[in-house]
């Protein structure tokens, strides 16, 4: 299982973030809109790899471009691989397997909400819950569903890396 992984989230403009995720192989970059709510989602979805044996699926919205995270939980790892999809409005209910493969990886269940958690936390510190609802427009920050991930991380992944406790 790779143990190298970069997440990034950055508000590029008004309702438009990038996501970039990266392991030790290869990195997949994403401009993703606010017709859905992508960090909320995704993060919501990790929080489902704390059940045993739990899928999860995360929809990103490129305008028109459909990106589709799959989190597949195995032991104590999770398997991502992300499928792009044309036209969102045309490929909603498709299965996964009509969409082509855009990135994957297969993480400790650790290192990857590790990342995530971090990067939402960074967006929280670099803009602040007003900040970001300006920015992102349509959608507040994710504050429960971040505290609540973390929640499950600290207690059940014995996470040996720094965490900035400070921020809620
Ligand atoms: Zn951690």
């Known amino acids: 299982m790779a143990d190298q992984l970069e997440f990034d989230w950055q508000l590029s403009g008004s309702g438009w973030a990038t996501c970039r995720i990266a392991d030790a ?13 992508p960090l909320a989602d995704l993060i919501n979805g990790l929080a489902g790899m704390y059940r045993p ?14 990106i589709r995270w799959v989190l597949r939980g195995v032991a104590t790892g999770v398997e991502v691989s992300i499928y792009r999809f044309p036209d969102i409005s045309a490929s909603f209910a498709a299965p996964d397997a009509d969409g082509t493969l855009s990135w994957r990886t297969s993480q400790r269940r650790c290192s990857l909400v590790h990342a995530v958690v971090e990067a939402a936390q960074t967006v929280l510190r670099e803009h602040g819950e ?3 609802k300006a ?4 959608f507040p920050f994710p ?5 609540r991930l973390r929640q499950l991380h600290l ?7 720094l965490h900035d406790l400070s921020t809620p």
């Not at 192989?25 to 709510?37: I, L, N, P």
């Not at 044996?53 to 459909?66: K, M, Y």
């Not at 504050?143 to 505290?147: E, N, V």
């Open 143 to 147: 504050a429960a569903a971040l505290q």
């Open 53 to 66: 044996e739990q899928v999860e699926r995360v929809s990103f919205d490129l305008e028109p471009v459909e």
């Open 135 to 138: 920015r992102w427009v349509r």
């Open 155 to 161: 207690l059940d992944d014995k996470c040996d890396q």
């Open 25 to 37: 192989s290869a990195e997949a970059k994403y401009v993703v809109s606010y017709c859905t709510d």
């Open 130 to 132: 007003a900040g970001y």
